[in-house]
């Protein structure tokens, strides 16, 4: 839809009322039958992880949504403990590139985006996992995460980095002004570190913030129950 706008193409609406309408089918085509049951429960969070057609936006509740997507699958059985690498840095990815393709065709806003002070406008869990998979690493270092060449020559291999690309490609000025925290921790020293820090902040910034966990669906398979304080 051609729409002189900077917010959300409203086209957006069009092709998410197509995934309302098949998500139980695309559900059900890696579902068991005498799990079926468990299809429409299933597909809400599928339908909750690609933005919001009402304000056409995306941030880290939609992702959140995938992620309870991936563990709803787990809990029924159809995703298995030996899946667990490829859930990430298959299908998870795969999710990652639908999402960016989403972002860029209809100028999604970011949903309660902190602008540079925030970590990403979209993203964070590819952060987290992405940090992950460079623990350890022989040669690339936190730091090299704001190097071009570093990022350019090994995006492929790495999540985070890839990650890094993609928030180049979409913004413009320097880094350090654009993605600052980002840019504070490139200086950490080590991958586990930051993946420590990073696991903390999305603890405190995704996890338990209301405007963020209040869409969040609750049923059988991710039950939400009283706690005691006792």
């Not at 000025?173 to 993946?195: C, D, M, R, Y």
């Amino acid at each position: 839809m051609d729409q002189p706008s900077r917010f959300g193409n409203k086209a957006f609406r069009t092709w998410y009322a197509r995934l309302d309408q098949e998500a139980e089918n695309l559900v059900a085509t890696v579902v068991p039958t005498h799990l079926a049951a468990a299809v429409p429960e299933v597909a809400v969070y599928l339908k909750e992880s690609v933005g919001n057609s009402t304000r056409i936006d995306y941030g880290t509740g939609h992702e959140a949504a995938f992620a309870a997507f991936l563990c709803c699958l787990c809990k029924i059985g159809v995703l298995r403990v030996d899946d667990q690498i490829a859930i990430v840095f298959k299908v998870f990815n795969r999710y990652l590139e639908v999402m960016r393709k989403l972002q860029k065709t209809y100028r999604m806003e970011p949903a309660g985006s902190q602008g540079v002070w925030g970590l990403d406008d979209f993203q964070f869990l590819p952060f987290i996992w992405g940090s992950s998979q460079l623990i350890d690493h022989p040669y690339l270092e936190p730091r090299h995460f704001v190097d071009e060449k570093a990022v350019n020559e090994n995006h492929k291999d790495y999540m985070f980095l890839e990650c890094i690309l993609f928030i180049t490609e979409m913004k413009t000025g320097p880094f350090a002004e654009h993605s600052n925290q980002l840019w504070n921790i490139s200086a950490v020293p080590t991958w586990s570190k930051v993946n420590q820090g990073l696991i903390r902040m999305y603890k405190a910034e995704c996890l338990e913030k209301f405007p963020v966990i209040q869409h969040f669906k609750f049923g059988s398979l991710l039950p939400i129950r009283p706690v005691s304080l006792c």
